[in-house]
């Protein structure tokens, strides 16, 4: 058994001297490294695509899920969409110095917490070879070294996406030790970064449950947890029969590989448009697991189990069942829900503020599809995940939350009695 401690040890030390590095770094470098890195991507489109063509040929062999092949291929048009992404990271404004707050006390001393790069973040992630570029990209304009551990589905993927990341971070004057990619897919590599406290400052894990359950119970280092997207939609009395229609079979089948597709659909017991939405969802190609009163509205469906309200399907598959009321809608998300994102689709603005009040996700929605819990939909460029805990950050993690902060305190000599 290779022993792949030094090896990790070499890459902490090198992150560590690169992060203070960055953390001194003005804003134009740092811009301009991922303004290069986007051109370098676009570039280099030819060879991304044909070591993404390795790993689906791989992947399809080894009998990966379609949506595990959907989050795993890649095309001309998401490498346009990741370097874009990069470019977007590129123009927000930089985080690092920013005055959260200051004030002046009776004795003179002037105080003011500033927003600094939490260090050296370890990244481990599964399937999506774009995290690749999101990541590299956050963690080097919020001033952080990056510490990359893809999954081996996505190997041939990834390396070549980091290599065009270096390029644009080494074209810029940054070192390149700012960001870099473990070399060996040995499972013992995650385990060593975990227990590596002191030397990362920070795991976010991307990926499944076995992944994040993984993290969370072996780390010893801080983690910002990513978990499942068990989503609802919550069609209320007073829902608009074609906005619902429209925002629910959306928010399953635009792209069900992703984290914010709806998993289950609550319908109100007096909403008048069961069928047609039901319907439509099996229209669009879509397996629904309905209960008893749902699939007395049509054969189609397939009769859900206990199991399927607690299920994050990333497939052409939903749960449906009708609630009694919005309380009862509130409820059910309380007991099955991820904390993840949560949608009410409804005309009555005090059901909708009740809704919005009452759900304990990182991101609530009222008439819009939960397709939309996404970074950059939100106006933060690049995301490194969706953080569904109650610490530090919560929903779209993306430059800020890659950060903390520190007191600054000024004086001209005092001195405490």
Same mark, same amino acid.
């Given at each position: 058994?290779?022993?792949?401690?030094?090896?990790?040890?070499? =890459?902490?030390?090198?992150?560590?001297?690169?992060?203070?590095?960055?953390?001194?770094?003005?804003?134009?470098?740092?811009?301009? *490294?991922?303004?290069?890195?986007?051109?370098?991507?676009?570039?280099?489109?030819?060879?991304?695509?044909?070591?993404?063509? $390795?790993?689906?040929?791989?992947?399809?062999?080894?009998?990966?899920?379609?949506?595990?092949?959907?989050?795993?291929?890649?095309?001309?048009?998401? =490498?346009?969409?990741?370097? *874009?992404?990069?470019?977007?990271?590129?123009?927000?404004?930089?985080? +690092?110095?920013? $005055? =959260?707050?200051?004030?002046?006390?009776? #004795?003179?001393?002037?105080?003011?917490?500033?927003?600094?790069? !939490?260090?050296?973040?370890?990244?481990?992630?599964?399937?999506?070879?774009?995290?690749?570029?999101?990541?590299?990209?956050?963690?080097?304009?919020?001033? #952080?070294?990056?510490?990359?551990?893809?999954?081996?589905?996505?190997?041939?993927?990834?390396?070549? =996406?980091?290599?065009?990341? @270096? *390029?644009?971070?080494? &074209?810029?004057?940054?070192?390149?030790?700012?960001?870099?990619?473990?070399?060996?897919?040995?499972?013992?590599?995650?385990? @060593?970064?975990?227990?590596?406290? %002191?030397?990362?400052?920070?795991?976010?894990?991307? %990926?499944?449950?076995?992944?994040?359950?993984?993290?969370?119970?072996?780390?010893?280092?801080?983690?910002?947890?990513?978990?499942?997207?068990?989503?609802?939609?919550?069609?209320?009395?007073?829902?608009?029969?074609?906005?619902?229609?429209?925002?629910?079979?959306?928010?399953?089948?635009?792209?069900?590989?992703?984290?914010?597709?709806?998993?289950? +659909?609550?319908?109100?017991?007096?909403?008048?448009?069961?069928?047609?939405?039901?319907?439509?969802?099996?229209?669009?190609?879509?397996?629904?697991?309905?209960?008893?009163?749902?699939?007395?509205?049509?054969?189609?469906?397939?009769?859900?189990?206990?199991?399927?309200?607690?299920?994050?399907?990333?497939?052409?598959?939903?749960?449906?069942?009708? +609630?009694? %009321? @919005?309380?009862?809608? !509130?409820?059910? !998300?309380?007991?099955?829900?991820?904390?993840?994102?949560?949608? !009410? $689709?409804? #005309?009555?603005?005090?059901?909708?503020?009740?809704?919005?009040? &009452?759900?304990?996700?990182?991101?609530?929605?009222?008439?819009?599809?939960?397709?939309?819990?996404?970074?950059?939909?939100?106006?933060?460029?690049?995301? $490194?995940?969706?953080?569904? %805990?109650?610490?530090?950050?919560?929903?779209?993690?993306?430059?800020?939350?890659?950060?903390?902060?520190?007191?600054?305190?000024?004086? #001209?000599?005092?001195?405490?009695?």
């Amino acid at each position: 058994m290779t022993d792949y401690q030094p090896m990790m040890a070499s =890459i902490a030390t090198k992150a560590r001297a690169a992060s203070r590095h960055l953390a001194a770094a003005d804003d134009a470098a740092k811009a301009s *490294a991922l303004t290069y890195a986007a051109q370098a991507l676009r570039d280099q489109s030819a060879d991304i695509l044909a070591a993404n063509a $390795i790993d689906v040929a791989a992947g399809t062999k080894a009998g990966l899920s379609p949506a595990m092949l959907d989050r795993l291929k890649l095309d001309e048009a998401r =490498i346009t969409a990741m370097a *874009a992404a990069v470019e977007q990271v590129a123009v927000l404004a930089d985080p +690092v110095g920013q $005055i =959260i707050d200051s004030s002046t006390q009776p #004795n003179g001393l002037q105080m003011a917490r500033i927003r600094v790069p !939490i260090g050296v973040l370890g990244i481990i992630y599964e399937s999506r070879p774009n995290v690749t570029a999101d990541a590299a990209a956050l963690g080097l304009r919020s001033g #952080n070294a990056v510490i990359l551990r893809g999954g081996s589905e996505a190997g041939h993927s990834n390396r070549a =996406i980091y290599a065009a990341m @270096l *390029a644009g971070i080494t &074209q810029a004057g940054l070192p390149a030790d700012a960001v870099q990619l473990i070399p060996t897919q040995d499972r013992e590599m995650v385990g @060593l970064m975990l227990r590596a406290q %002191g030397a990362i400052d920070m795991i976010i894990p991307r %990926g499944g449950k076995s992944l994040v359950a993984r993290v969370q119970d072996e780390a010893r280092v801080p983690v910002l947890a990513h978990l499942d997207g068990i989503n609802h939609s919550y069609v209320h009395k007073d829902a608009d029969p074609a906005m619902a229609q429209a925002i629910v079979v959306n928010a399953k089948m635009r792209r069900t590989g992703v984290c914010g597709a709806t998993e289950t +659909v609550l319908i109100d017991q007096d909403y008048p448009a069961a069928a047609e939405l039901i319907g439509a969802l099996i229209d669009a190609g879509c397996e629904v697991r309905a209960d008893d009163v749902l699939m007395e509205l049509d054969a189609r469906t397939v009769s859900a189990d206990a199991d399927d309200w607690d299920t994050e399907y990333l497939d052409s598959v939903i749960s449906a069942r009708v +609630v009694s %009321g @919005l309380g009862d809608a !509130i409820d059910h !998300i309380a007991r099955h829900g991820s904390h993840h994102t949560d949608a !009410i $689709i409804t #005309n009555n603005a005090e059901a909708a503020a009740r809704f919005l009040a &009452q759900v304990d996700s990182a991101i609530v929605m009222h008439n819009s599809s939960t397709q939309f819990a996404d970074g950059g939909e939100f106006g933060l460029g690049a995301e $490194i995940g969706i953080a569904t %805990g109650r610490l530090h950050a919560r929903g779209p993690v993306a430059l800020e939350g890659l950060t903390t902060y520190k007191w600054v305190v000024r004086g #001209n000599g005092q001195i405490r009695p």
